[in-house]
């Protein structure tokens, strides 16, 4: 009788036992599984938090850093806008809001829109203009009466209603580019993109590798690509700021997302990711 009642004991111990030890297997495999999968998924960071304009510095032309000029970037609602309503003439007052971080790789998008009339006195260039500026100087680098800032932009162009106007064209205060092998130095370069009309919104997103790649894609189209991002005076030109222009027409932004491109390359780190194309051996975490 007592050995009967020994044996069912020990074997509920190991089926237990065996039992505990596939439970921790099962969380391992998952576990596994669970990294490898986490090392494709995209992190990206909203740089515009919808209720503030933390973490931006503003500079207007004629006026100190962070003097933000009759409230010309406000956020309402959850936009981001660039606002004329308390100016009576724009008197080249062009401004931009510098995000307070530099970057050189990375996705960004931006969705936008423009809105009502142009300030009176803003440059019939103007219309319907702002831009994504990047690899840019820092807001606090800019002169006092500086209009635009060291960078290359990604242009943002609404059309009139009736004429075509190319949307996502270069320009280059300051900086060239290499455009299918050739090196633009003129002020801009026309990208050939779709004319968005009225006041749809529109989504740009921006793909930078450092000095060497830079595309411009419009609502999922890709509508220029280019290379050689340099300095006037050759000086390759790989990281800066970003930042998003008031040029006399108002102008709403809903999102600005970034995805960073750069980070621990090593397959081994825990915090590796799978798209990164630029290694920062610093950051690697183990």
């Known amino acids: 009788m007592i050995k009967t009642n020994i044996l069912p004991t020990n074997l509920n111990l190991i089926l237990s036992r065996s039992h505990l030890l596939l439970f921790f297997m099962v969380i391992v495999i998952a576990d596994t599984f669970a990294q490898k999968r986490d090392i494709h998924q995209e992190e990206w960071s909203d740089l515009f938090n919808g209720v503030s304009l933390d973490g931006w510095d503003i500079k207007i032309a004629g006026h100190e850093l962070n003097n933000n000029h009759h409230e010309t970037f ?4 959850g936009i981001l806008k660039v606002d004329y309503s308390r100016y009576d003439d724009f008197d080249d007052r062009f401004g931009h809001i510098f995000y307070d971080e530099s970057f050189s790789h990375y996705r960004l998008v931006v969705e936008y829109r423009f809105v009502g009339e142009q300030v009176p006195g803003g440059p019939g260039w103007a219309y319907r203009n702002n831009g994504i500026m990047f690899h840019s100087q820092s807001a606090a680098s800019m002169k006092r009466d500086q209009h635009f800032p060291v960078s290359i932009e990604f242009q ?21 580019v290499v455009v299918d092998g050739t090196l633009e130095t003129s002020h801009c370069t026309d990208s050939g993109g779709p004319t968005h009309h009225g006041d749809q919104w529109v989504r740009a997103e921006l793909v930078v590798h450092g000095d060497s790649l830079a595309r411009h894609i419009l609502n999922g189209e890709s509508v220029i690509e280019y290379s050689g991002l340099q300095l006037v005076d050759g000086t390759p030109l790989a990281s800066g700021f970003i930042a998003l222009q008031s040029e006399s027409h108002p102008t709403h932004f809903r999102s600005v997302r970034i995805l960073n491109l750069r980070g621990c390359m090593d397959p081994n780190a825990t915090n590796f990711k799978s798209y990164y194309v630029a290694d920062d051996p610093v950051t690697c975490e183990y």
Do not use: F, K, M
């Open 74 to 77: 406000r956020v309402e609602n």
């Open 156 to 176: 943002l162009l609404g059309g009139d209603g009736q004429q075509d106007r190319p949307n996502g064209s270069i320009c280059t205060p300051g900086t060239h």
